[in-house]
């Protein structure tokens, strides 16, 4: 999901900045932004359904919290923004098409000042999403290649096996 999060925090920087380009972006945003919902749907429900393996022991307490509630923050947001966008484009009748005639229904009463509040909510979100992210994977970034912890091994969707001792390096 992440290069689809920063995809789309570009695409939404650019929408705004390159006018001559709004169509076309937009055209991605909508269709990506839904992907970005389901995926974070898909993720949640998976997440529910199995506890996360333990935290490192290089772990302090105060990391293991912080770790615990930027993940709660991130599955909030991934699911808060594109129903907020969602919500502003049906308060100002704009369909969510996905792809040829393929429209999502609206999910939000018509109102210019629902529109208006929605659009302001949904760039703030924007924001938040962005330094969320990008502290987040600064900290993966820090224990990867420098702790050298495998945290990441924690975060794979899939199985992987303990590193072997390097030679001359006793076991823990």
Same mark, same amino acid.
Request: proline share 8%; with cysteine.
């Given at each position: 999901?992440? $290069?689809?999060?920063?995809?789309?925090?570009?695409?939404?920087?650019?929408?705004?900045?390159? =006018?001559?380009?709004?169509?076309?972006?937009?055209?991605?945003?909508?269709?990506?932004?839904?992907?970005?919902?389901?995926?974070?749907?898909?993720?949640?429900?998976?997440?529910?359904?199995?506890?996360?393996?333990?935290?490192?022991?290089?772990?302090?307490? %105060?990391?293991?919290?912080?770790?615990?509630?930027?993940?709660?923050?991130?599955?909030?947001? =991934?699911?808060?923004?594109?129903?907020?966008?969602?919500?502003?484009?049906?308060?100002?009748?704009?369909?969510?098409?996905?792809?040829?005639?393929?429209?999502? $229904?609206?999910?939000?009463?018509?109102?210019?000042?629902?529109?208006?509040?929605?659009?302001?909510?949904?760039?703030?979100? %924007?924001?938040?999403?962005?330094?969320?992210?990008?502290?987040?994977?600064?900290?993966?970034?820090?224990?990867?290649?420098?702790?050298?912890?495998?945290?990441?091994?924690?975060?794979?969707?899939?199985?992987?096996?303990?590193?072997?001792?390097?030679?001359?390096?006793?076991?823990?």
């Amino acid at each position: 999901m992440a $290069p689809m999060v920063i995809a789309q925090l570009l695409i939404g920087v650019t929408m705004v900045a390159a =006018l001559s380009y709004y169509p076309l972006l937009l055209a991605i945003h909508r269709p990506l932004g839904v992907l970005i919902l389901i995926f974070a749907v898909l993720r949640l429900a998976n997440r529910l359904r199995h506890r996360p393996p333990p935290f490192l022991s290089t772990m302090s307490g %105060a990391e293991r919290r912080i770790a615990t509630w930027s993940e709660y923050l991130l599955y909030a947001l =991934l699911l808060v923004q594109p129903l907020t966008g969602w919500a502003m484009l049906s308060a100002a009748r704009f369909p969510v098409t996905l792809v040829g005639p393929l429209r999502l $229904p609206g999910i939000a009463p018509h109102s210019i000042d629902a529109f208006a509040v929605l659009r302001e909510c949904h760039g703030a979100f %924007a924001f938040l999403l962005f330094a969320t992210f990008t502290a987040h994977m600064c900290a993966v970034l820090f224990h990867t290649l420098v702790l050298r912890d495998r945290l990441l091994d924690r975060m794979a969707l899939w199985r992987v096996r303990p590193a072997a001792p390097e030679p001359g390096q006793a076991e823990r």
